[in-house]
C-alpha cells in the first residue's frame, strides 16, 4: 500500500503561481510512476503532468511551459510548480503513484483556486 497526502493549494490570482506537494509514504518501492491529475467542476479527472522512477516527464498540452513537476526520491516527495495560473486551472489536484504492477493509489487532493 502508498500513502499520499497533498499539501499546497489556496486561492491565486491569475498570473501567479503555486507549488503543490505530494508526500509519499508506505510502499515506496513499489512506485513507477508519480502524477499529478486534476478535476474542475463538471469535468473529468485529467492527467496534469507524471514523472517515472526514471525521470522522464510528460504534460498535458495545457500546461506546457507553465508547469514543472519534479520528484526527489529521498524525501519520498513530488512537486507541481504552476506558473502562470490561469482560471481554467482551477481544479482539485491529485496526486497519484502508479506502482510496478499498474495498480494506482491516489491521494484525498487539493483545492486550487485561480480568482481575481
Known amino acids: 500500500q502508498v500513502q499520499l497526502v497533498e499539501s499546497g493549494g489556496g486561492l491565486v490570482q491569475p498570473g501567479g503561481s503555486l507549488r503543490l506537494s505530494c508526500a509519499a509514504s508506505g510502499s515506496i518501492g513499489s512506485i513507477n510512476t508519480l502524477g499529478w491529475h486534476r478535476q474542475a467542476p463538471g469535468k473529468q479527472r485529467e492527467l496534469v503532468a507524471a514523472v517515472t522512477s526514471g525521470g522522464s516527464t510528460n504534460y498535458a498540452d495545457s500546461v506546457k511551459g507553465r508547469f514543472t513537476i519534479s520528484r526527489d526520491n529521498a524525501k519520498n516527495t513530488m512537486f507541481l510548480q504552476m506558473n502562470s495560473l490561469k482560471h481554467e486551472d482551477t481544479a482539485v489536484y491529485y496526486c497519484?503513484?502508479?506502482?510496478?504492477?499498474?495498480?494506482?493509489?491516489w491521494g484525498k487532493g487539493t483545492l486550487v483556486t485561480v480568482s481575481s
Open positions: 497519484n503513484a502508479r506502482s510496478y504492477f499498474e495498480v494506482d493509489y
